[in-house]
Antibody, heavy 117, light 113 residues
Framework: QVLLVQSGAEVKKPGAAVKVSCKAS????????ITWVRQAPGQGLEWMGW????????NYTQNLQGRFTMTTDTSTNTAYMELRGLRSDDTAVYYC??????????WGQGTLVTVSS | DIVMTQSPDSLALSLGERATINCKSS????????????LAWYQQKPGQPPKLLIY???TRQSGVPDRFSGSGSGTDFTLTISSLQAEDVAVYYC?????????FGQGTKLEIK
């Protein structure tokens, strides 16, 4: 079955960077895109961006432009997201999801990133 | 950016009742070349990732019980649960994927009365 398994929780200091991985299995990784969504504690879902695994094209939300990078490694079927210049309001659960025509039909379990001094 | 607005913010109903959750987009999410609405619904239970219920506004995802249905046109969409079950307690989100950023509604919390 389709599975997306994310890396574990992280605690970072303000100004640091975090890199979260998302390993895909159970489907042909290159055919679908990957999207990243975050959820601050007790809040709703915030769409961050998406990446085409096939050709590496990316689309980032304007709010995070310049701090946020998505990449993929087709040799290991793994997607990555890196967020730099962390602030306290970046504390959230970060989800990767498989993108199918724009909607997300399979999700990772989520990775809690806590930004605290 | 397209703004998605859900109503109500929360809803408490009895088991077996019909639940209706509304979602309004600030502009059309209809792609005229294929006549599809680029609108999805997700269910999120506490401590879990979201789960896709409905896409193209009315197509049920494989494995989703048929008590869940989606409808709508123009800029107004509805998720209906025909007969509320205890396991349906969750927060429900709509999302447009017509234009990036693929924005979500603020969520509707569904509880049992």
């Amino acid at each position: 079955q389709v599975l997306l398994v994310q890396s574990g929780a992280e605690v970072k200091k303000p100004g640091a960077a975090v890199k979260v991985s998302c390993k895909a299995s159970g489907y042909s990784f290159s055919i679908y895109g990957i999207t990243w969504v975050r959820q601050a504690p007790g809040q709703g879902l915030e769409w961050m961006g998406w990446i085409s695994v096939h050709n590496g094209d990316t689309n980032y939300t304007q709010n995070l432009q310049g701090r946020f990078t998505m990449t993929t490694d087709t040799s290991t079927n793994t997607a990555y997201m890196e967020l730099r210049g962390l602030r306290s309001d970046d504390t959230a659960v970060y989800y990767c999801a498989r993108l199918r025509w724009g909607h997300s039909d399979a999700w990772g379990q989520g990775t809690l990133v806590t930004v605290s001094s | 950016d397209i703004v998605m607005t859900q109503s109500p913010d929360s809803l408490a109903l009895s088991l077996g009742e019909r639940a209706t959750i509304n979602c309004k987009s600030s502009q059309s999410v209809l792609y005229s070349s294929n006549n599809k609405y680029y609108l999805a619904w997700y269910q999120q239970k506490p401590g879990q990732p979201p789960k896709l219920l409905i896409y193209w506004a009315s197509t049920r995802q494989s494995g989703v019980p048929d008590r869940f249905s989606g409808s709508g046109s123009g800029t107004d969409f509805t998720l209906t649960i025909s007969s509320l079950q205890a396991e349906d307690v969750a927060v429900y989100y709509c999302q447009q994927y017509y234009l990036t950023p693929y924005s979500f509604g603020q969520g509707t919390k569904l509880e049992i009365k």
